[in-house]
């Protein structure tokens, strides 16, 4: 690895000294001069996952073929027209943007003078290309990471550096969707065919704007990337960042002991019980960011015996103890939620109460409704039908087998029989779909797509999220009032729909609050001094290291 690194550095250095000398040119399309250093700053990551998908902008399953290796290091190569910071959207590759009286079209006015990173300028037809082609390419996944793709009417060029989106209806949510990366980052036209499919190109490069750019290098399961010779809006410490590829995540954290890699980020790639080993290890540290990223829940599927029961479900919150599972299986890293959506979220700050741990409460709510352990088995039935059913939940955290232990423990306690099923994610998710569970684990989305994203995913006629969709399924009325949020831009309006829609979410008990979870990254302080969290946590922002 050294020796790869070592050569690296020397190919870098001569690239870097050519470009300087080509930015002395009076070609107007060279890109910007890149000062000559001797030494060559990089970071080594590492992924369980390899990025034979492509490396396009949109990530989605029917075109990366399962590989999401891509989308947490999405940011560094891409970005979007406004960008999510500290709870506020503010100018990204757009510097203003207006919206219409009737919420209907918004205007944004680029900033000038930026290339994507094959040399091609960034304008309004590209941003007019980049949306015109979601559809198409997202085909039945459209929607998924945001409503605004699935409500884009016509998108019109004004003049070179401005363009103007039409939505079909007013949403109140589409400037948040505007700044999530995927799908709404901005790639270079030439990421795409004639027809508006993906081009050959993006199976080997990334086509952005952002700092930094892959253009093929891939040794012994090894992905260089290097910097975008073109961005020059801000200075960032790393030269150079490679991805390992290591599937196993004791093999990681031995890597990063070892001085294999520098740098471990995310949940998925970090056991809690590593970061909490690491965190006071000598010679590594590590961080996990001050906001929440998502939320982590259980849920019952309504349409299945004896979840249909409402008192089932109220003994259920009551049984579960959230502080046991942030102290025992996150290490605190995960801190107790008393709501579905953090209150921190916009529209989300209501007083719904909360269903606090209390066993003796939890029991005596079963007592009340009819189900008893009649025959001594430590499951309680109720007209011959057992407080019984499966757990499911996805294997690619290692922490959710626990957790789903503990859950079926505590639950246990009270005189229901749970049975932990673990799936593969897109097996997990397709059983999510089809409504073949019981319980089920999962997470709410990422910052900034809720509250948005899932309220909108709670409808229960047209089913998007067969998870989400149990929650409201006692609401008569649910599905009129998550549509009506769509015509609405008076935001007391909204704010009242958001009271009634949490509190109802919170009457039903349908899905349970556990734990907040945070960005996680653990690093070689050898090597790196610190890494501060990009605004949208679970992303890993290369920019944001300071190195030794």
Known sequence: MKRIKKLLALLLTAVMTTLSFSGCASDPDSPPSTSQENTVKEVTFCESWDFE????????PNVTNGTYGLYYFLTNFYETLVRYEDGEIVPGLAERWEVSPDGLTYTFYLKQGIKFSDGTDFNAEAVKINLDNIPGILAEFNGGW????TLLDEVTVVDEYTVAVKLTTPYYGALQDFAVPMPMSMMSPAGYNEDGSLAEITKTKTLGTGPYMYDGQKENEIYTFVRNP??????????VFHVKVIPDNDAKVLALRNGEIDMIVGQANLTYNTFEELSTAP???AVS????????????????????DPAVRLAANHAIDTQNISTNIFYGVETPADSVLDKELPYCDVDTGTYEYDVEKAKQILEDAGWVDSDGD??????????????????DQASLGDLSSVLAAQLKEVGFEITPVGKEQMVYFQDISNGDFD??????????SDPYLLISRCLTNTVIDNYLAQGLAGMENADELINSLNAMTNEDEIQSVYNTLLQELHDEATI???????????????VISSYEFYNQPDYTDVSAIIMK
């Open 230 to 239: 073109y961005y020059d809006r801000g200075e960032s410490d790393v030269d």
């Open 289 to 308: 960011s001050d906001a929440t990223i998502q939320s982590r829940t259980m849920g019952f599927n309504v349409s299945h015996a004896p979840f249909n």
């Open 439 to 448: 319980l089920a684990i999962a997470i709410t989305n990422a910052i900034p």
């Open 512 to 526: 349970i609050p556990l734990t907040r979870v945070k960005g996680m990254a653990a690093y070689d302080t050898n």
């Open 53 to 60: 998908g492509g490396f396009f902008s949109l990530q989605a």
């Open 146 to 149: 945001g409503l605004t793709s």
């Open 283 to 285: 010679g590594f540290t």
């Open 378 to 395: 430590g499951i309680r039935e109720k007209d011959g039908v057992k407080l019984s059913g499966n757990l499911l939940y996805a294997t």
